[in-house]
């Protein structure tokens, strides 16, 4: 059964005033990119009102991927900018102790996360070239923002919970002889294919998905007022929270009462070490959704992992499955929420949890 999403893009209808069509016009590729997103989320051709089409220049791979990556660039700036004026976030540049000329990463945060005692929610998504604010740039190209970006999980989080953190686990390297972030994009060809010529270095506290997320963790989320914390990680990102329980695990286990995996690449084998307290302690407190055929929500054996409950997310398509299971997900934090709040804490694990359908 398909899910239906009719009017879960109202957030883009807020007179925010941005466009996607105004950063295109300053790069130079106004006529091959005549793009903007409809009130839809749905990246369409200005004049045919078609969807985006690679190929462009024909039988020239290497200047249509230039032209690629020029929307992709634009597209991170667009949700950048959505971030911050559609969902209000405040951008915080890291490593906190930065010279004024370091490179630096950041990530978002709603105004209070840190500060209020409700809970936060953490968005940690896959790896790839997306930044923060995406699932997946592929996605936002060809199925809308709705379903690429997360700023439903954004508004959902802030709107039950109070407090949200948007880490940014992909931006890692910086250029070092141009700085190519700082570039406008006034020339064409140089500002892509500097990527593809100049040497890159690492960020400093910021280098590798796994170093940003412990950096956040440790200078942020574990000195918030708030009591609860919940993570929800797409692909790569389970990883990267299962490294991240594994080097803090008191803390973690101590101040996360949920976990929502999608699709995750976490193996608990390798990474965990035969340790009880950690399986016991994801038994209890985690779920994944998975790309399956099965209904949302509905339960999905696994051969694999048997660390936790797994479900379906409603949708084979594993670019839609975070889209797909925004809700189920929600349903899932917000329970596990009230039963930590409402209940004694004890040491035995929910036995019916693995039962219920989310």
Same mark, same amino acid.
């Given at each position: 059964m398909m899910a239906d999403f009719t009017g879960e893009h109202m957030w883009l209808q807020t /007179?925010?005033?941005l466009s996607l069509r105004t950063l295109l016009e300053g790069s130079g590729y106004q006529e091959e990119l005549k793009y903007d997103f409809n009130e839809k989320g749905e990246l369409r051709h200005l004049d045919t009102n078609e969807s985006f089409v690679f190929n462009y220049y024909k039988n020239s791979h290497e200047k249509n991927h230039e032209r690629y990556e020029v929307l992709g660039h634009m597209i991170t700036q667009y949700v950048y900018e959505l971030l911050e004026r559609v969902c209000t976030l405040q951008k915080v540049y890291i490593p906190s102790d930065a010279a004024e000329d370091e490179p630096r990463s950041f990530f978002f945060m709603s105004e209070k996360a840190l500060t209020s005692s409700s809970s936060i929610i953490v968005l940690l998504q896959d790896h790839g070239v997306?930044? =923060?604010?995406?699932?997946? *740039?592929k996605t936002i190209i060809?199925? /809308? !923002?709705?379903? /690429?970006? *997360?700023?439903?999980f954004i508004k959902? =989080? !802030?709107?039950?919970? /109070?407090g949200v953190i948007v880490l940014n686990p992909n931006d890692n390297l910086i250029d070092l002889k141009t700085e190519r972030e700082k570039l406008s994009y006034s020339t064409? %060809?140089?500002s892509v294919t500097c990527m593809h010529s100049c040497q890159w270095i690492p960020k400093r506290c910021t280098s590798s998905p796994e170093e940003h997320t412990m950096y956040v963790w440790d200078h942020f989320i574990s000195k918030s007022a708030a009591k609860n914390v919940a993570f929800i990680a797409h692909g790569y990102g389970g990883l990267?929270?299962?490294d991240l329980l594994v080097q803090r695990k008191w803390e973690v286990m101590n101040k996360v009462f949920s976990v929502a995996f999608i699709d995750s690449m976490h193996n608990i084998q390798h990474q965990v070490r035969n340790d009880p307290q950690i399986q016991w302690w994801i038994q209890k407190h985690c779920c994944e959704w998975v790309s399956n055929n099965k209904?949302?929500?509905?339960? %999905?054996?696994s051969l694999v992992k048997v660390n936790c409950p797994t479900v379906s997310a409603g949708t084979e398509k594993y670019s839609l499955a975070p889209s797909y299971c925004l809700h189920s997900v929600f349903k899932y934090l917000n329970s596990t929420l009230k039963a930590k709040t409402t209940t004694a804490f004890t040491r035995s694990p929910i036995a019916t949890r693995s039962s219920k359908s989310w």
């Amino acid at each position: 059964m398909m899910a239906d999403f009719t009017g879960e893009h109202m957030w883009l209808q807020t /007179g925010h005033e941005l466009s996607l069509r105004t950063l295109l016009e300053g790069s130079g590729y106004q006529e091959e990119l005549k793009y903007d997103f409809n009130e839809k989320g749905e990246l369409r051709h200005l004049d045919t009102n078609e969807s985006f089409v690679f190929n462009y220049y024909k039988n020239s791979h290497e200047k249509n991927h230039e032209r690629y990556e020029v929307l992709g660039h634009m597209i991170t700036q667009y949700v950048y900018e959505l971030l911050e004026r559609v969902c209000t976030l405040q951008k915080v540049y890291i490593p906190s102790d930065a010279a004024e000329d370091e490179p630096r990463s950041f990530f978002f945060m709603s105004e209070k996360a840190l500060t209020s005692s409700s809970s936060i929610i953490v968005l940690l998504q896959d790896h790839g070239v997306f930044r =923060a604010g995406q699932w997946g *740039q592929k996605t936002i190209i060809s199925e /809308g !923002l709705y379903h /690429g970006t *997360q700023i439903p999980f954004i508004k959902m =989080a !802030l709107q039950s919970h /109070g407090g949200v953190i948007v880490l940014n686990p992909n931006d890692n390297l910086i250029d070092l002889k141009t700085e190519r972030e700082k570039l406008s994009y006034s020339t064409r %060809v140089e500002s892509v294919t500097c990527m593809h010529s100049c040497q890159w270095i690492p960020k400093r506290c910021t280098s590798s998905p796994e170093e940003h997320t412990m950096y956040v963790w440790d200078h942020f989320i574990s000195k918030s007022a708030a009591k609860n914390v919940a993570f929800i990680a797409h692909g790569y990102g389970g990883l990267v929270f299962i490294d991240l329980l594994v080097q803090r695990k008191w803390e973690v286990m101590n101040k996360v009462f949920s976990v929502a995996f999608i699709d995750s690449m976490h193996n608990i084998q390798h990474q965990v070490r035969n340790d009880p307290q950690i399986q016991w302690w994801i038994q209890k407190h985690c779920c994944e959704w998975v790309s399956n055929n099965k209904p949302l929500g509905k339960a %999905v054996g696994s051969l694999v992992k048997v660390n936790c409950p797994t479900v379906s997310a409603g949708t084979e398509k594993y670019s839609l499955a975070p889209s797909y299971c925004l809700h189920s997900v929600f349903k899932y934090l917000n329970s596990t929420l009230k039963a930590k709040t409402t209940t004694a804490f004890t040491r035995s694990p929910i036995a019916t949890r693995s039962s219920k359908s989310w």
